[in-house]
């Protein structure tokens, strides 16, 4: 079974299991094929389970025929004995599994497949258990036989044939009857007794509630027997006559329902009832469809509380009124509001705070309240008072005046929404009003500018206008007259009509017109039923053809784009299609048939292997799936991208719906969105007025999916719609009248720009390179100095907060000589208090980004930011207590050694110094400022004296000055590299509040800058240096730049003290070394920096606006999540052996969006549910999974929801 280029329809072992699997969909669950070797006794205890409800109902028919025994007696027996069988049989196997379920098999045949049983005996354990399979609920063990004996006797009187005969006359056709009828009836009744057969129709893959094997039962039972079998065919023909012909049909349809469960026609129990619930609600109460069955459920109990009212009220003014506020208030987003006001109550004191996270819930602000409010008001008001002044002589005179009225609002919002739209005439002719081409971003946004006082204008007449205009008119005219009807009924049309003025307005407001043009052209051509329904009737019927004649339309565009392009797309074609179209023609009025039983359910129409094979798939919610709008799918890194243009998406999709480009939205219809490559899939679930509720689908990036074609066939239909010569013709045809796609606006959206280059001729240059370690040198000092000062403003403010604390206890000098370990409890105190830093806008963010706690790591990776300690004890003493005119000198010991004195005076001081290589440090502390510092891990004590008082404000981290490696050697030679000038204009440059000359003299100040001269070197050795022992890192080429880049950063024993000992030193290095990086491209690509100045100006724009690092990391994720203006980062393609960037910039762009039929959306999600659950026709090769770019079948069946589908993104 192959198609085009070898795809196959379905492959061999799919085909075999086919092959066993249809045959028990068939037989109601019986297994005549299991595809393994078992005894007779395997196959006869299943067709005798199989026959015993007929074997039975044949001997009581026998007795009833007969006159042995009354027929209803028979019928009481017969199911008495059915359902003591059923309960016997599955409380057997109940209890055996119980008792030998702990006891293992001696012999187990290990070459057996997965479901192959090996049988004992005919009685055995494995017998039962494959006979009546196991129930996981006791309870459906009862209900399951309770429901047998009933359904059995029911069945018995239906098929009696002295039943059959008063209904047929004739022999023949009670035979054939009675042995179909009681097939239909085994069929039915092995999923009881046994287990349920695998059923084509499929809406909840899982049925934790095991409500499957009731569907036959239940189909049996209401559709056939009960009542009709019954009580038709003896009181109520006496009373109605034509209910004997629905009796005869019935018995005639019987049979079939083998064929309507094989071919998965009739729905799934789960799937039925959100089906009914939506038809009523839809087409009884004027609603929409739901997002999710919970929604639909409340909003049905809510919806029937109005209806009640309006039945039993027995006042007409008084159910207007009521079924006005109902009507209203249930359109607006009504579950949304009680959603947020429950959850505001949760925040509040008296619950516990929610830490769901919830995306997108939108709240009502004070500005909707009050227009609720008005809007209700008036639209209660509105139709009262019209009812109240109404007389049957005024309303005729009024009639065809409003009438006119209405007409002519209807052609004004028509004409105002279609010249918003790119296309006019459903999509066949170029709108010459539109812009003409989206290359020009600015002519285009100053056109569509000047259109917005057109959908300014069409809003209100829409919004605002025209429904205060129905209502009156409803107000009018829904007065009982001559309305013969009872009252229950008229409710129900009043309701409906009120309630989709405000639901869906445009629709009803279609309605209406339809219905004055027929009252008032042809009011005595019109019959009397007509009349006598009343206006509310007459506009539920309209309603109910306006919808379903539009998916007529739709379902016969569907199948003519696919019967079509299955022949005149080569790669469509199939040995097997040129038959089917010569099928479709021949049997074209089967065909219709099948398309008309479509829309009359609001099924969709399932083309079979999507070829021009098409059968109805089973009625199922408008939303097509169980839990879409109920779930979210962030699949990979992609989604990130998605997810922050959600919030864009809904923004300019709300702004194009209001404006009537894409036209009157309803609940089930798709929208497609294109910029760059990237695609977005938009789904309407419900529709209301001033909302709509949608889900938010990104589809796979075109760089990484098998989609191009599709792709390319999408630019192409936009393309043509939205890039066009200026000087070209206005109006012209749309070249892709079949495509599924209509374009119907461009919208304009805040996301990011995706821009790739080769860094060929940058990253390899040698040049460059060393330009690179230049730059690191440098980037590495600010970073480092911005840092500090960012950690001691930060620890500043943490020390204000914590002053007024009782518990906090104070520092004192004392207290500083005297304990051993700086660090003490106090200190923590002072962390846990912490804030974010002030002067750097992105440099905490940068090092909280760059080390989730909670992000598993790598070998190479780093340990959680949250494990380090900042160490900052040089704060100035001064917040704490008053500063003492004079300190002895002090010497800070922090050995481990076990014979330090602690407090007794330094034994050392005195004694000759020792000679210190150029980077020694002295030994001296005279200034209450310089108190952070530590003996080194040589055991050599590590202090400092600052000339400059404030110098404290940049002093380094004790373990950043007490820690480093020794390696004097490798710093003497780096020493010439430090840019003493460049500190200089760091530290002035930075907002210490101080004046001028402070800052001079902390830029001066010696000790300080020997501290960061020794961290700087001593990083840009263990990155540049160490590494390449013999050698440097501009020598070792560009895999270098791209290695630090990516963290990996050359191996050397001073690497572990970088890495190991202090997480966030390392973050701030391999920020330098981007920083580095990024600075040398821009030098080769805009130009050489000036000056000092310059190079601070491009700094600061890369913390404030720039994030550097991998494209693959959660980090990357994380900042484009933040809107971070700009993300850079660089690639590698191994085909190539080639270097790339990548640039985000976060821009507004015109990003074209498009209008999909929604049945064809429909079908193929119904051909695929299909396929993927019943068949399990899973081969990413088979020909119904290949690209179509007429149907877009690669992209349709991808946004579908998951598991069957598989957006990378779902809001």
Request: glycine share 6%; proline share 6%.
């Amino acid at each position: 079974m192959e198609g085009a280029g070898g795809a196959p329809l379905m492959n061999d072992y799919k085909l075999e299991f086919f092959n066993k699997r249809w045959p028990q969909t068939l037989l109601g669950g019986l297994k005549p094929r299991l595809g393994y070797d078992a005894p007779v006794y395997v196959y006869l205890n299943q067709l005798l389970l199989f026959l015993f409800p007929f074997i039975l109902g044949g001997i009581f028919t026998i007795l009833s025929e007969f006159a042995i025994l009354d027929s209803l007696a028979c019928c009481y027996v017969y199911g008495s004995l059915v359902t003591i069988l059923v309960l016997s049989l599955h409380a057997s196997s109940w209890f055996m599994k119980r008792k030998y379920s702990s006891v293992t098999r001696v012999i187990d045949n290990h070459l057996a497949q997965d479901d192959e049983i090996d049988f004992v005996s005919c009685c055995g354990t494995e017998t039962l258990e494959f006979l009546f399979p196991p129930k996981r609920l006791v309870f459906n063990i009862v209900i399951h036989g309770l429901l047998s004996g009933p359904i059995c006797a029911l069945l018995f009187l239906y098929l009696l044939p002295a039943n059959l005969m008063r209904l047929f006359a004739s022999e023949g056709a009670t035979a054939v009857l009675y042995i179909f009828g009681w097939i239909t009836v085994c069929v039915g009744q092995y999923s009881l007794s046994s287990s349920p057969p695998p059923e084509p129709a499929v809406f909840h893959a899982l049925d934790s509630a095991e409500i499957k094997p009731l569907m036959r039962p239940f189909y049996v039972l209401c559709d056939r027997i009960l009542i009709m079998g019954i009580i038709s065919s003896q009181f109520i023909p006496r009373i109605w006559p034509e209910f004997l012909a629905v009796d005869i049909a019935l018995h005639i349809v019987f049979p079939f329902l083998l064929l309507l469960w094989l071919f998965g026609i009739l729905p799934p129990l789960d799937a039925l009832l959100s089906w009914l619930a939506e038809q009523f609600l839809v087409g009884m109460l004027g609603g929409s469809p739901m997002a999710s069955d919970m929604r639909l459920f409340v909003m049905l109990l809510i919806s029937s509380v109005g209806l009640i009212l309006a039945v039993f009220v027995p006042s007409h003014i008084a159910v207007i009124a009521i079924s006005s506020f109902f009507g209203y208030a249930l359109s607006t987003d009504f579950l949304n509001l009680c959603y947020s006001v429950w959850k505001k109550l949760r925040q509040s004191p008296l619950f516990d705070p929610s830490t769901d996270d919830i995306i997108n819930r939108n709240q009502w602000h004070a500005k909707e309240f009050i227009d609720h409010a008005v809007m209700l008001t008036l639209g209660v008001v509105t139709p009262t008072i019209t009812y109240h002044f109404s007389t049957e002589a005024a309303s005729q005179s009024l009639a065809d005046s409003l009438g006119y009225v209405l007409i002519a609002v209807l052609v004004v919002v028509k004409i105002l929404g279609d010249v918003q739209g790119v296309y006019l005439l459903g999509g066949l002719l170029r709108n010459p009003l539109f812009p003409k081409s989206l290359h020009s971003e600015g002519s285009f946004i100053q056109r569509k500018k000047k259109m917005y006082y057109v959908a300014l204008s069409r809003h209100v007449i829409l919004a605002y206008v025209s429904p205060l205009l129905m209502l009156a008119y409803l107000g009018l005219f829904l007065a009982p007259h001559s309305v013969l009807l009872p009252s229950a009924i008229v409710a129900f049309g009043t309701v409906r009509s009120i309630r989709q003025v405000w639901q869906h307005t445009s629709h009803s407001l279609l309605e209406l017109c339809v219905a004055c043009v027929i009252n008032m052209q042809a009011p005595t051509a019109l019959p009397s039923w007509w009349s006598s329904a009343g206006l509310g009737l007459q506009l539920m019927l309209i309603g109910a053809c306006r919808d379903r004649v539009t998916q007529s339309f739709n379902k016969l565009l569907f199948l003519v784009t696919l019967a079509v392009t299955s022949y005149s797309l080569p790669k469509q074609r199939h040995k097997a299609t040129v038959p089917l179209l010569i099928i479709n023609i021949i049997f074209l009025p089967v065909l219709l048939g099948i398309v008309g039983a479509g829309v009359f359910l609001s099924a969709p129409l399932l083309p079979l292997f999507c070829m021009p094979l098409f059968i109805i798939g089973f009625p199922r919610p408008r939303r097509s799936w169980p839990c879409t709008g109920t779930t979210q799918t962030f699949t990979c890194m992609d989604a990130s991208y998605y997810r922050q243009l959600a919030p864009e998406i809904i923004k300019a999709f709300s702004t194009t719906l209001a404006s009537g480009a894409a036209g009157s939205p309803s609940a089930g219809d798709h929208f497609l969105a294109r910029y760059q490559d990237r695609l977005v899939w938009v789904h309407v679930l419900e529709c209301g007025r001033r909302y709509c509720s949608v889900v938010i689908k990104g589809l796979e990036m075109q760089e990484t999916s098998c989609h191009t074609v599709e792709a390319a066939r999408v630019d192409e239909v936009l393309d043509a719609a939205f890039i066009h010569e200026e000087k070209g013709a206005s109006i012209y045809c749309n070249p892709y009248p079949l495509n599924v796609l209509r374009p119907c606006d461009a919208v304009c959206l805040d996301t990011y720009s995706d821009a790739r280059n080769v860094l060929t001729g940058i990253i390899d240059q040698p040049d460059n390179l060393r330009k690179v370690s230049e730059n690191f040198v440098k980037t590495t000092l600010w970073v480092l100095v911005n840092h500090c000062l960012s950690q001691s403003t930060q620890d500043s403010v943490s020390v204000h907060e914590t002053r007024p604390s009782s518990t906090t206890r104070l520092l004192t000098p004392s207290t500083i000589v005297t304990n051993t370990n700086t660090r003490d409890t106090h200190t923590d105190e002072l962390e846990m208090t912490r804030v974010s830093p002030v002067p750097s806008k992105n440099m905490a963010e940068d090092i909280a980004v760059e080390n989730p706690s909670s992000k598993p790591l790598r070998s190479n990776s780093l340990p959680s930011l949250s494990g380090s300690v900042w160490s900052q004890e040089s704060l100035d003493m001064s917040l704490f207590q008053a500063k003492p005119e004079k300190l002895n000198d002090v010497i800070l010991c922090h050995d481990d050694d076990p014979f330090d004195l602690g407090g007794f005076p330094a034994v050392d001081i005195g004694k000759p110094r020792e000679k210190d290589d150029a980077f020694a440090l002295p030994n001296r502390v005279h200034h209450t400022h310089a108190n952070n510092n530590q003996r080194s891990t040589t055991g050599k004590p590590v202090s400092a004296e600052f000339k400059s008082k404030h110098a404290y404000k940049l002093d380094l981290p004790s373990k950043w000055k007490a820690d480093l490696p020794d390696m004097a050697a490798t710093m003497r030679s780096t020493a010439v590299k430090f840019p003493t000038e460049w500190y200089k204009h760091v530290v002035n440059s930075l907002d210490l509040d101080v004046d001028a000359e402070t800052r001079s003299d902390i830029a001066l100040d010696p000790t300080l800058q020997q501290f960061y001269e020794r961290l700087v070197l001593t990083c840009y050795a263990i990155v540049e240096v160490l590494g390449y022992p013999g050698s440097s890192a501009h020598l070792a080429g560009p895999s270098h730049v791209f290695k630090v880049f990516h963290e990996h950063i050359p191996w050397s024993m001073q690497l572990e003290w970088l890495a190991k000992n202090d997480v966030t030193l390392y973050i701030l290095v391999l920020k330098a070394y981007r920083y580095a990086f990024k600075l040398t491209y821009d030098e080769a690509v805009i130009g050489d920096i000036s000056d000092h100045e310059e190079l601070s100006d491009y700094l600061r724009e890369y913390d404030s606006d720039w994030f550097m690092g991998s494209d693959e990391s959660v980090e990357w994720q994380r900042a484009v999540l933040s809107d971070r203006p700009n993300l850079f980062s660089i690639g590698k393609d191994k085909e190539k052996g080639t270097y790339t960037s990548r640039v985000l910039s976060k821009n507004r762009l015109l990003a074209p969006m498009g209008r999909l039929n929604p049945e064809a959306v429909r079908g193929q999600w119904a051909a695929l549910a299909l396929e993927l659950l019943y068949l399990t026709n899973d081969d990413e090769e088979r020909y119904s999974i290949q690209a179509h770019p007429t149907l877009l079948r690669n992209l349709t069946i991808q946004a579908a929801d998951p598991p069957l589908g598989y957006p990378v993104y779902s809001s």
